[in-house]
Every structure is written in structure tokens, then in C-alpha cells.
């Protein structure tokens, strides 16, 4: 099972143990590595930190966070980013960082600035 819009991330059900995603795991490196196969539709950031692999930049874990949420959250959190500047609205962008689980104080110096 897997969660997200248009990248997803394996979701753990309560049946699934550590043994069942290792061999998945194992099953999408096998495939990446052998034939160069990758389901397109998984999360790109979840590989790399999967098979420990480094990213060639940080905008690389923003960009599949961001297909991971709805387009219209995309389009919220694409808009900070551009303008490198928190929403007038407080309320709306504390729920969101409550969605995540967010524990950080969010300001316009670690917002990840569009280059």
C-alpha cells in the first residue's frame, strides 16, 4: 500500500512486518540495478535514502515532497518557496505543518529558497 499524489511512499500497514520490506526493498534495488527498472511512480527521495545512495542536491527531497501532496497543497508550499516568504494566512500553514508532524519553527531563513 502506498500513499501520496504523484509520487508515493510505501504506507507500513499493521500486517506487515520488517521482513516483508526489507524483501520489497530488496525486490526495487534488484530490479534498479539489474535492468534499470524503477516504478516511476515511487518516491525518488525514498529510494536514495533507501539504498543509501546521496542526492546531487537537497531540491531533490523538496521536489518529491511536493509530489507527494495534492496539487492544490503543491501549489501553497510552491508559492512560499518562490516568494521566500511565509502566508498571510498563519492558520491555514500551521495546519498544514501539523498535518506532518512538523516539530520545527518554521521561518523565512530555513525555507528552502527556489534557485
Not at 37 to 58: C, E
Request: glycine share 4%; net charge negative.
Amino acid at each position: 500500500m502506498t500513499i501520496g499524489e504523484r509520487e508515493r511512499v510505501p504506507f507500513v500497514g499493521h500486517d506487515h512486518f520488517v521482513e516483508e520490506w526489507e524483501a520489497v526493498g530488496r525486490i526495487l534495488v534488484k530490479g534498479f540495478v539489474s535492468v534499470s527498472y524503477f516504478p516511476t511512480f515511487l518516491s525518488k527521495a525514498l529510494f536514495m535514502l533507501l539504498s543509501r545512495w546521496q542526492p546531487s542536491s537537497d531540491s531533490m527531497f523538496v521536489d518529491s515532497f511536493t509530489k507527494y501532496l495534492s496539487p492544490v497543497e503543491e501549489e501553497f508550499i510552491e508559492d512560499i518557496i518562490r516568494k521566500n516568504q511565509l502566508p498571510d494566512d498563519e492558520d491555514e500553514f500551521t495546519d498544514f505543518l501539523e498535518r506532518f508532524k512538523c516539530r520545527r519553527v518554521v521561518t523565512t531563513k530555513n525555507v528552502p529558497s527556489k534557485n
